[in-house]
């Protein structure tokens, strides 16, 4: 499946869906047919960076994370016709752990993110300690990390962070000339507004957690279901260790005995919505199947997996 690219969806032709690949982390060589160097942007927007990039250096392989539809639909048109970048929709802390393995990454670059200055969404930065053990764990040897923003306290509390964390940094300019200049950035140089740009160089390599890894089976469970006890579980919570399942809606088939349960897990701090399906595995069985429904196909995590396990013991007979 991965050599072939039948992730991929018909509308994005350079989209990649890791939730459909049967191995994780990704063998991206696979993907690009080449072994040529990898360099990963995170925020892509409307991917006139990122297009930039790829067209100056043929000989480098490009991926883009982001989290809009929006934005991937504008950057598809661009890069459409590049046959060294792929995109893909998934929170950039996260993918970049799953997708990639250690040492597999020459360079990270991150433009402009929205600081998030507020102390109560301090979490919903990229640049949290936990991203540099990831960035030390999936850059080349001397691989780097580069940032580009305009709040100064935000660049120097990513350097000490960084510094903290073991990277060695090896500049940090103010209104520096890049070889590519986003729209914003030359929006901002219009106006007279500084631009920081860092450039940090990992120095020592750490082994990571990670949610996901190996073989990305579907999860599923047998159970003697007593059916009644379906209903109950809407607003069902439950929680163990950093997984935490809450039950949003269950819905009955009007065609056989099958119920769709609409789920939300959390490992951690990332959160998956997608939905189980349970049903007799005979008509007339007591035997019951709970397992992920295809369609909604989220990144099997330990969340994911619990999820199905903790619903089975639930609904079973006592």
């Not at 890049?178 to 450039?199: A, D, F, P």
Request: net charge neutral; charged share 30%; glycine share 6%.
């Amino acid at each position: 499946m991965q050599e072939m690219e039948k992730t991929n969806s018909v509308l994005f032709s350079r989209e990649v869906k890791p939730s459909l690949f049967d191995y994780l982390p990704i063998d991206w060589s696979n993907i690009f047919g080449n072994n040529n160097g990898v360099i990963v942007e995170i925020g892509f927007g409307s991917g006139e960076y990122l297009q930039s990039y790829a067209i100056k250096h043929p000989e480098k392989n490009f991926v883009g994370f982001e989290v809009s539809i929006t934005s991937m639909k504008k950057a598809h048109k661009r890069i459409e016709n590049l046959d060294n970048v792929r995109l893909v929709i998934t929170d950039a802390r996260f993918g970049l752990r799953e997708f990639f393995g250690p040492k597999s990454v020459e360079k990270v670059v991150m433009n402009f993110p929205i600081p998030w200055d507020k102390k109560s969404h301090e979490r919903r930065r990229v640049i949290v300690p936990e991203f540099f053990e990831t960035l030390s764990n999936v850059l080349v040897d001397g691989g780097t990390f580069e940032l580009a923003t305009d709040v100064e306290w935000y660049a120097k509390q990513t350097m000490e962070t960084a510094k903290e964390m073991g990277f060695e940094v090896v500049e940090f300019l103010e209104n520096p000339d890049r070889e590519i200049k986003t729209r914003y950035e030359q929006k901002w140089i219009k106006y007279g507004r500084n631009i920081y740009s860092l450039v940090i160089r990992k120095v020592k390599h750490l082994e990571v957690e990670r949610l996901i890894g190996g073989r990305h089976e579907m999860p599923h469970a047998r159970s003697v279901v007593i059916e009644e006890k379906i209903s109950l579980l809407n607003n069902k919570v439950f929680k163990e260790g950093k997984k935490v399942i809450v039950v949003k809606g269950v819905y009955k088939s009007t065609h056989n005995d099958a119920y769709v349960i609409k789920v939300i897990s959390t490992d951690g701090e990332f959160q998956q919505h997608y939905y189980l399906v349970a049903y007799p595995e005979e008509p007339g069985s007591r035997e019951w199947i709970i397992k992920l429904d295809s369609a909604s196909n989220p990144y099997r995590t330990p969340a994911v997996k619990w999820s199905v396990q903790v619903l089975a013991e639930f609904l079973a007979q006592e």
